[in-house]
């Protein structure tokens, strides 16, 4: 079984609907993190989570909300989706600086707004 | 600001080797990273150089970094068709994010 576990792998939705990816880890590790990526545009963080209680905005978290359920689970919201929220989306998980210095990234959902 | 560049594409023949260049703008960053992606599959860590070194070796991958200039450099040896992928360079400045550059896609010709 995969580290980093991103459901659901793949998703068409229409726009103005709601819609949620979630990320699950067996790594124990701390911190969470969701990046979307763009074709020229690399990887760009949304949102990135040191703990069940500490959320806090990427760069480019307008339009997305992120519930941190658990030491395992991140889960991030489009809460009116569009289309220019059409992306492949990243969960990532990594263990504190003193402990190590990997990121773990999931497999991405790719994600098409109509 | 943050900003870490790539140039976006590299070809190269089979058995030459590949340079893959980035450019990070944060001195702060004690990691500098080298990620891989193949197709359909997430980022998968390839190296990592510590900000005090100048270059790692680990196998057909060398590292150089050049912290006056603020460049990182990947080679990589004998290149295969299975090199074929993206390579993202990151840094880590502070101690909570990583920051990807926009990713070097490398073909290899056979």
């Known amino acids: 079984d995969a580290d980093v576990t991103q459901t659901p792998r793949n998703r068409i939705t229409k726009t103005g609907k709601r819609i949620m990816l979630e990320c699950s880890q067996t790594k124990g590790h701390d911190r969470m993190y969701w990046y979307r990526q763009d074709p020229g545009l690399g990887l760009r963080l949304i949102y990135y989570?040191?703990?069940?209680?500490?959320?806090n905005k990427g760069e480019i978290s307008d339009g997305y909300s992120v519930s941190r359920q658990a030491q395992a689970k991140f889960s991030l919201s489009l809460e009116s989706a569009i289309p220019n929220q059409t992306a492949l989306y990243f969960c990532?998980?990594?263990?504190?600086?003193?402990?190590?210095?990997?990121?773990?990234f999931g497999q991405g959902t790719r994600l098409t707004v109509v | 600001g943050e900003d870490v560049e790539q140039s976006l594409f590299l070809s190269v023949r089979e058995g030459d080797s590949s340079v893959i260049n980035c450019t990070y703008t944060?001195?702060?960053?004690?990691?500098l990273y080298w990620y891989k992606q193949e197709p359909g599959a997430g980022l998968q860590l390839l190296t990592y150089i510590f900000s005090n070194m100048d270059m790692k070796q680990d196998q057909r991958l060398t590292v150089l970094l050049n912290k006056k200039d603020k460049h990182l450099s990947l080679r990589i040896a004998d290149t295969q068709t299975g090199d074929s992928a993206i390579y993202f360079c990151a840094e880590r400045p502070g101690t909570y994010k990583y920051i990807f550059g926009t990713g070097t896609r490398l073909k290899v010709l056979a």
């Open positions: 990532a998980t990594s263990d504190s600086p003193d402990r190590g210095t990997e990121a773990f």
């Open positions: 989570s040191f703990d069940v209680k500490d959320i």
């Open positions: 944060d001195s702060s960053s004690t990691y």
